[in-house]
């Protein structure tokens, strides 16, 4: 099992940077695909950004971020890390971390039910 703590959220206005951490708790972190997906007021929960496990070979975008943020693991450091650059106010929610134990390398996630562990989610604003 892992607890899983996100960070780095806040208020920013529209074209700044915010950078997201995901803190993960046991010694096996490493053996998790990971992703980041998010949920807008009266929206359902999408998929934003997914890495395999290990040295994260695999990444993966939601078109509507591709180019604009970027995901990545420090296996040491337990945590995985959505970095977000030229935000836009489409991209407010509650930004929500996920784990999934795989064998698997090179494999990424993009759906919600994919995923067995979650954090309680972290909020983004972004500012026009």
């Known amino acids: 099992q892992v607890q899983l703590d996100e960070s780095g959220g806040g208020l920013v206005q529209a074209g700044g940077s915010l950078r997201l951490s995901c803190a993960a708790s046991?010694?096996?972190?490493?053996?998790?695909?990971m992703g980041w997906f998010r949920q807008a007021p009266g929206k359902e929960r999408e998929f934003v950004a997914a890495?395999?496990?290990?040295?994260?070979?695999?990444?993966r975008y939601a078109d509507s971020v591709k180019g604009r943020f970027t995901i990545s693991r420090d296996n040491a450091k337990n945590t995985m890390y959505l970095g977000m650059n030229s935000l836009k106010p489409e991209d407010t929610a509650v930004y929500y971390c996920?784990?999934?134990?795989?064998?698997?390398?090179?494999?990424?996630?993009?759906?919600?039910?994919?995923?067995?562990?979650w954090g309680q989610g972290t909020q983004v604003t972004v500012s026009s």
């Open positions: 996920g784990a999934k134990p795989t064998a698997y390398d090179g494999i990424v996630y993009t759906t919600g039910q994919a995923y067995n562990y």
């Open positions: 046991g010694r096996t972190f490493s053996s998790y695909a």
């Open positions: 890495i395999s496990r290990g040295g994260g070979s695999t990444t």
